[in-house]
């Protein structure tokens, strides 16, 4: 894992440090994975908030997961900026 992720960088480097100087380099490097973190923290946390559990019922591991997990709201945007995540049940 660590060889891959080093290529990535190598790559990232070669490509685009012939375009840019280092400075607007680590710029768009960073805005990017800001970005790219903000979608994710939105992507993955907004069907994992648990929904109401009653602990005491001992049910099994997936039915405590169908009933901890909800879908998000339908729509072409929310389809879209998720890739379809938003259906956490099913997924």
Not at 6 to 28: D, H, M, P, Q, V
Not at 44 to 67: A, F, G, K, V
């Amino acid at each position: 894992d660590l060889a891959w992720m080093l290529t990535f960088y190598i790559r990232f480097f070669f490509i685009y440090g012939s375009l840019l100087e280092i400075k607007s380099l680590l710029a768009y490097y960073f805005i990017f994975r800001m970005l790219e973190s903000s979608w994710f923290v939105w992507v993955s946390q907004m069907n994992h908030i648990p929904m109401h559990i009653y602990y005491d019922n001992n049910l099994d591991w997936m039915s405590t997961q169908l009933h901890a997990t909800c879908n998000v709201e339908q729509s072409l945007f929310n389809d879209w900026f998720t890739g379809h995540l938003n259906f956490q049940i099913e997924h």
